[in-house]
């Protein structure tokens, strides 16, 4: 059974950095896309970034040239690379795991705090 467990969140100042990890315990992360969401209060969960399996990245516009979407393969792990951040980018993290659209796993979440 696949499970996926967050870590690295937590309470910065604005301009400052963070990483989230993902880690999923269970043998098919190689072959799944993995994404990083979040959902700031009042608002909709929205997709922050995502990777493939085949090492393909894509980023909300709000987060290009700041965050770093990265997989290691050999650990089972997705990372979240966030530098420059802004008291805006305030919301609980959520990685997910997809294989197309018949599969989906979400982690617990993970809050990230962006203090101005």
């Known amino acids: 059974q696949v499970q996926l467990v967050e870590s690295g969140g937590g309470l910065v100042q604005a301009g400052g950095s963070l990483r989230l990890s993902c880690a999923a315990a269970?043998?098919?992360?190689?072959?799944?896309?993995m994404g990083w969401y979040r959902r700031a209060p009042g608002k909709q969960r929205e997709l922050v970034a995502s990777?493939?399996?085949?090492?393909?990245?894509n980023y909300a516009d709000s987060v290009k040239g700041r965050f770093t979407i990265s997989r290691d393969n050999a650990k089972n792990t997705a990372y979240l690379q966030m530098n420059s951040l802004k008291p805006e980018d305030t919301a609980v993290y959520y990685c997910?795991?997809?294989?197309?659209?018949?599969?989906?796993?979400w982690g617990q979440g993970t809050q990230v705090t962006v203090s101005s």
């Open positions: 997910n795991a997809a294989l197309g659209s018949t599969w989906s796993l």
């Open positions: 269970g043998s098919i992360f190689k072959i799944v896309d």
């Open positions: 990777i493939t399996s085949g090492g393909t990245t």
